[in-house]
């Protein structure tokens, strides 16, 4: 039990100095979360991952802002119905349903305010507001082998609210409801409604 604790003090340590050598931290950082699709397009899509490249502001103020940069991936989780389909049974058409198979991915860039509790942003409790825009690509194939693929590409203005714990000005642990609102980009219904909001569980690791 004492070997695998050596490897974890370090990198605790490795974080620690440069926290005490640059109190606001290095600008630029990476985002990495789990996701959890909710609303109508939750119900058809497995738990997927979000990625991203994030440029921090005022880091040394306790309202620390950030710009980010994220891709998202999300499979369907089993079958989607799209429509009807016609098929021979071996004597006569027949009308089917369409199943797909369905991989959405997504790229948002967005701005985020991020008021911290205590009068510093080197560590603690803090906020998160956030505003952007998403461009979602859902890319469709047929669930029979052989069948071939489509895309379909909306829009979204990107709300976000959530919270966090900064460890150091280098890492925190994230929790994050992203709200994707389609209606002000398209007047007809979407598919899976008009909204795509999930939950994000990850961290922000500046360098």
Known sequence: ???????????????????????????????????????EWGSYFDPGFQAGIQVHFNRESRFLSRLRIDYLRADSSGSIQRGLTTAWNGSTWVTVPNLVRSRMEAYTVAYEWMPHLEDHSRSGLFGILGVGGTLWNETRRGAEPGTGTDTDTEWSLTFSAGAGWRFNPHATLELRYVHGDMSSFWGHRVDYGPTRALVSLGTSLRF
């Open 1 to 39: 039990m004492r070997f695998p604790a050596l490897p974890l003090l370090l990198v605790t340590a490795a974080l620690a100095l440069p926290a005490q050598e640059n109190p606001g931290g290095n600008r630029f950082g990476i985002g990495l979360a789990v996701i959890q699709p909710t609303s």
